[in-house]
């Protein structure tokens, strides 16, 4: 019954690889995010998905390709994974984007690591 | 641009003792104000957060904040720390825009001694 989860828990590759993160939430909400926490803990939203739409993309490299089939569910594929690209990606779930209401509930996170 | 900085990276107190965290925001109307726990392994975990009202607002696990606007600052406090306690805690704003999106500030450490 976990309400925010992401598949896998740990992710080891190398540099070239193509992979992809899964999230899925059961909590009915419509906007759903992914965050990167970086070796220091700084985190730092990278897309946000408001009922399949895409309505946050930061600076990320085009490399970072998210994917939304429906509204609990926002996978994220990485191509040509960079040493850089090493980090824990979190996944996480509100109600409508705007409503700050809403808080942000977290996945447990992916823990990435390019070798 | 908006921000928010938590000035300690890394804390220490003794089990029993008080605690404060310090948060200060550069926002330019009234902000909304989150502070979230990170345990090691999870994800983050909503403490409490701020959006009008009453400047002193109550959370889970015996956690409170107040929001003080003259010194632009939300600052977490609790009277007497547990050493489950021990954890990563992260202050946010939200955005402008009102698009959901959260900046989080560093995170500060706390370790807890017996």
């Known amino acids: 019954d976990t309400a925010v989860s992401q598949t896998p828990k740990y992710l080891v590759t190398q540099m070239g690889n193509d992979k992809s993160i899964k999230c899925e939430q059961n909590l009915g909400h419509d906007t759903m995010y992914w965050y990167k926490q970086d070796s220091k803990k700084f985190l730092k939203i990278m897309f946000s998905y408001n009922n399949k739409e895409l309505i946050i993309n930061e600076t990320v490299p085009n490399r970072f390709s998210p994917k939304s089939p429906d509204k609990a569910h926002l996978n994220l594929h990485i191509n040509s994974l960079e040493l850089g690209d090493s980090a824990v990606y979190f996944c996480a779930s509100s109600g409508p984007a705007g409503t700050y209401n809403s808080p942000l509930h977290f996945g447990n996170g992916t823990r990435l690591t390019v070798t | 641009a908006q921000s928010v900085t938590q000035p300690d990276i890394h804390i220490t107190v003794s089990e029993g003792a008080s605690l404060e965290l310090r948060c200060n925001y550069s926002y330019g109307a009234t902000p909304y104000l989150f502070w979230y726990v990170q345990s090691p392994g999870q994800g983050l975990q909503l403490l409490l957060k701020?959006?009008?009202?009453?400047?002193l607002v109550q959370g889970i696990k015996g956690f409170e904040a107040e929001f003080k606007r003259s010194q632009s600052s939300f600052n977490l406090r609790k009277p007497s720390v547990h050493w489950s306690d021990a954890a990563e805690y992260f202050c946010?704003?939200?955005?402008?825009?009102?698009?959901?999106?959260?900046?989080f500030g560093q995170g500060t450490t706390l370790q807890v001694k017996p």
């Open positions: 701020y959006f009008s009202g009453d400047t």
């Open positions: 946010a704003v939200g955005a402008e825009g009102n698009t959901g999106k959260l900046i």
